[in-house]
């Protein structure tokens, strides 16, 4: 499904080159699930992008679904995580012009997906029932961060990439967001991988890893 | 204060940009603004002078049998007790080639208060009375007799002739094209001998013409002033609109600066500075800005007007005789002027931005919510002003047609300019409407719909462009083809005019002699003789009654015969043509439209025509069109004009027979009757030198046009950029989703292509409207005669290709700018707010 092999990355700064993973191998088999925890700055969200083709490593191969991200045109990764990936960001990014039940679309239209059934079903999952037509500044917090995920899982992904995505959310709502995310990714079953820093939501997880200074360490929950 | 308004500044430290856009509008908006007031203030002063001088403040005498005036009769005149005082007038050449008009008067006897005999200067009476005499000239006139403004007083500049003008005195109150002396000066320097121009009096000092002679009133002649008000109305009209949209680009600016500032207002609001502190800092950085901005940009519109002047000068010239001095001349209220307008400009464009700061929430919750919310309110106050800015149009154009044509000039560009402003109201709105149906029926396609529901959401920060953009369109449009459509018909009727391929111009006595020689030569096939002569239009009988005046006109006499009659445009006749030119050889006179639409004529009226040693009275039989021509004119035949007023030929058109040779033609008459080298001249020539001075009249309109629409393409630019950073984070997580760089890019362009492109759909019928308002009512009131109206699909693809293009262009380094940044740094851009 996901294979990271031997991945470096450095980031130019001002002060010099910054490295930011250092040989970092991981692999995630169909329908699994792995949290990936580390203090900040450890380069999580880094190997969040890599994995996603939003960014591209310097070194190392990584592969989705058979396919050497790296190696792949600017339009064929575009193609891929539209087809293949589902993401769901610390900062939500909802399209703004949008309402709720055409965000919640949107993926899944672009991918030529778009199923009016699921889409409803997943309405009523996330508890977005009778808030279709508003737009996204007309939601809280929590129900935006719903609406994110429900955006990603919309057109069927075979991945769920999510970046802390309880992050900017009080612990209550945070749970019941998590549990929310967890039976939704069981019911499709999607691989799924979270940047999380909170040990609540790696319990549950099949697997964690824990990223170091760039490294990456096999850890216990 | 300090503090807070340098922190406020600081931000343009760090976006240089923004500084440069802002006064970059500020700069563009005053220099246009400026340079239009400062040739419209040149060239009023320059009329005000040439007003002051004479044509309008005196009565003037002619003799009945139109015969030369001389000294006795100024004498006879004078003991029989009449206020009256001669007058001598000609030109004379400079050494640079320039012509000046030179009026020799008599101080002693012009009524004092007449600005020739004050003229301004403080000399003494007796050394202008007496040799070596004086010469009053302007200011402005001493570049054209190559004297030096610092040795002016008391140069003698010789003349092309040889001959050296009495001693200059400045007189800043004349004219820049006339040079005044005592009438014994004038009179050796233009060699008259006994004769003299005209007899003058002051208004109303003679209750009726003494026997012999002609009185016209001096109210009844024509000033150079009222013609030309059209046209500077015109460059009034073009200057406030670009006015109006560079501070289109300084409202996008400073929106900018503010939108990006937000975050250090309220920063400072919370650090415990007041609202009104920080509107009252708000405030000077606006008019610190705004004082770099105006004072660049009266500088440079001075210097644009310097550009422009010799054009305008040579246009007014051409079109009305009107002399326009080549250097500007700038009263003190024009500086402040300048600098008022463009302040307050730039308040009015930051009144909104003052009016967001005051009202800063210090929490910033719901921003988007409310923002949506007003602008919703905004564009239903948009539609309704535009409602009520059609319902003025409407008024005003119920209003004039119940006008007498000939007023209503003010009225019709009042149309005009609520016409726009209609329509730039209503285009948010619309494009409103238009973009939510679309959004509506995209449904199925998720880019599009996402790319009409996004456009949605950019309007608000792009309306006033796109405000800005369809005026100049329309305004473009419209000018353009009314340019356009006056240039066909003006060359149009050239060649209908312009039958013979030779004309000749030889002295008035010669033509009796060449007439009997040309008879007997076998190539001539036609000989087209025109005479002229002024006359008064003493009277006027329509079926509502008989009416007095004493207007000046012009009487042309031309040869009704098989080579003009059947191409002369005729706008109203009674019957048909033929009877129409068949009364017209019979004596009946056709008038040119100028003069049907001042006096309201219709063919069947009749005129009393006076002129030194006539009196008719004539039925019109037809209008015919007359463009470019100020005056009002009467067409006779020849031979009838002859007759009736005895006017002198004046010029004689040779049509030829198929074969025969226009140089040997041409040859042959030069040698039989010693005629000079420009006594004949080539239709083609004539019409070479009508072409031109043509083209140089609408220059100006043109470039002032161009102007106007970079203007708003910069308006345009300068919105985008500043929405730019926005955009870019609002693209970069459809990216994410697995939208293809390639494609946001492309959909970015063509939702602006496609705005600007509604934009220019709407603006071709607007300037439609426009050019039916210029020609049908703006040409009438300005000139009193209408213009056929014209359409040039060509040009409108082109205003429309431009209207894609200006937004493309626009649309271009913003999306440049998304395309090389990382989306993935725009991922973390966004994660920052
Ligand atoms: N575009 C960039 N240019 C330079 N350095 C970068 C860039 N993006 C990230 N970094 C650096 O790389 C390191 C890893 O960043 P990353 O965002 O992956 O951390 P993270 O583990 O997600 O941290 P956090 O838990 O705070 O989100 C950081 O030190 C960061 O400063
Ligand atoms: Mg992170």
Known sequence: MLELHQVHKTYATPQGPLKVLEDVSLRLAAGQSLALMGESGSGKSTLLHLAAGIDLPDQGAITLEDQNVASLAEPARAKLRREQLGLVFQQFHLVPSLTV???????????????????????????????????????????????????????????????EPTGNLDETTAGKVLELLLSLVRETHCALLVVTHSPQVAAPLDRCLRLSHGRLLDAAP | MTRVLSTLLSHYRRHPGQLVMLLLGLWVASALWSGIQAINATARDSYARADALFDTQLDQLERRDGAPLTRGEYYALRQAGLPVSPMLEGEVVTQAGTRLTLIGIDP????????????????????????????????????????????????????????????????????????????????????????????????????????????????????????????????????????????????????????????????????????????????????????????????????????????????????????????????????????????????????????????????????????????????TLMSISGALALSVALALYGWLRFQPPGDGLVAGFGLIAALLLASALWLPPFLALVLKVLTHL????????????????????????????????????????????????????????????????????????????????????????????????????????????????????????????????????????????????????????????????????????????????????????????????????????????????????????????????????????????????????????????????????????????AVAALALFASLLAQARNRRQQLAPLWALGVPRAQLAQLNLAQLGGAALVTGLLAVPLGIAITWGLVAIINVAAFGWRLPLYLFPWEMAITLATAVGVALLAAALPTLRFWRASPRALLAEEANQ
Not at chain 2, 151 to 180: F, M, R
Not at chain 2, 270 to 275: F, K, N, Y
Not at chain 2, 557 to 586: K, M, N, V, Y
């Open chain 2, 108 to 379: 002693l006897t012009l009524s004092s208060d007449n600005a020739m005999a004050q003229a301004n200067t403080s000399a003494s009476l007796s050394d202008f009375l007496t040799p070596p005499w004086q010469t009053r000239a302007a200011p402005d006139a001493l570049a054209a007799l190559g004297v030096a403004r610092e040795n002016a007083s008391g140069a003698t500049p010789t003349l092309a002739d040889g001959n050296t003008l009495p001693p200059l005195v400045l007189a800043p109150a004349l004219p820049p094209d006339t040079l005044i002396m005592d009438i014994s000066a004038a009179a050796r320097l233009l060699e008259s001998g006994d004769e003299i121009t005209r007899i003058v009096a002051a208004p109303w000092a003679l209750a009726e013409a003494p026997s012999g002679f002609i009185l016209t009133r001096a109210t009844t002649l024509a000033s150079p002033g009222q013609l030309t008000e059209s046209f500077h109305l015109n460059l009034t009209a073009l200057g406030l609109l670009a006015w109006v949209v560079g501070l289109f680009i300084v409202q996008a600016a400073l929106g900018l600066a503010l939108e990006q500032r937000l975050g250090m207002l309220r920063t400072l609001r919370v650090l415990g500075v007041s609202g009104r502190s920080l509107v009252v800092a708000l405030c000077l950085e606006l008019i610190l800005l705004g004082l770099i901005g105006a004072l660049a940009g009266i500088a440079s519109g001075v210097w644009l007007a310097r550009v422009l002047l010799p054009d305008v000068a040579a246009t007014l010239g051409s079109l009305y005789g009107a002399g326009v001095g080549q250097e500007l001349n700038l009263p003190w209220h024009y500086w402040v002027g300048g600098l008022a307008v463009s302040l307050g400009g730039l308040l009015l464009a930051g009144s909104g931005v003052l009016w967001r700061a005051a009202r800063l929430n210090m929490l910033e919750l719901g921003q988007m919510q409310a923002w949506r919310g007003g602008y919703r309110r905004q564009l």
């Open chain 2, 442 to 709: 995209a449904q199925r396609r998720p880019l599009i719909h996402w790319a009409m529901a996004d456009m949605q959401l950019q309007l608000p920060r792009l309306s006033l462009a796109m405000m800005a953009l369809l005026i100049a369109l329309a305004t473009n449009l419209g000018v353009g083809s009314m340019v356009g459509g006056f240039r066909l018909t003006f060359l149009d009727w050239l060649d209908q005019r312009l039958v013979a391929p030779l004309y000749l111009n030889a002295p008035s006595e010669q033509y009796a002699d060449i007439d009997v020689w040309l008879a007997d030569r076998p190539e001539v096939f036609e000989r087209l003789l025109t005479r002229r002569s002024d006359a008064t239009l003493q009277a006027t009988i329509t079926p509502d009654g008989s009416r007095a005046l004493g207007t000046p006109i012009e009487l042309y006499g031309i040869t009704p015969g098989e080579s003009l009659t059947p191409h002369w445009p005729l706008l109203a006749i009674q019957q048909d043509r033929s009877s129409a030119w068949a009364a017209f050889s019979d004596g009946a006179i056709f008038v040119n439209e100028q003069l049907a639409t001042a006096e309201n004529l219709a063919p069947g009226d009749r005129l009393t025509l006076s002129a030194p040693g006539a009196n008719e009275t004539l039925t019109i039989a037809a209008i015919y069109p007359d463009y470019g021509n100020p005056r009002g004119q009467v067409l006779m035949a020849s031979p009838q004009l002859a007759a009736r007023f005895n006017a002198p030929p004046s010029s004689m058109g040779l049509v030829l027979n198929d074969n025969a040779n226009v140089d040997a033609m041409r040859a042959a008459l030069r040698e039989r009757f010693d005629l000079g080298s420009d006594a004949l001249s080539d239709q083609a020539e004539i019409k070479r030198i009508a072409t031109e001075i043509f083209e140089r009249t609408f220059t100006i309109t043109r470039a002032l046009n161009v102007l106007t629409l």
């Open chain 1, 101 to 163: 039940i055409d965000n919640l679309r949107l993926q899944a239209r672009l991918a030529k997906r778009d199923d009016a059934d699921w889409s409803g079903y997943l309405i009523e999952r996330l508890g977005l029932t009778g808030m279709e037509k508003r737009y996204p500044e007309q939601l809280s917090g929590g129900q935006q961060q719903r609406l994110a995920i429900g955006r990603a899982l919309a057109p069927r992904p075979s991945l769920l990439l999510a970046d």
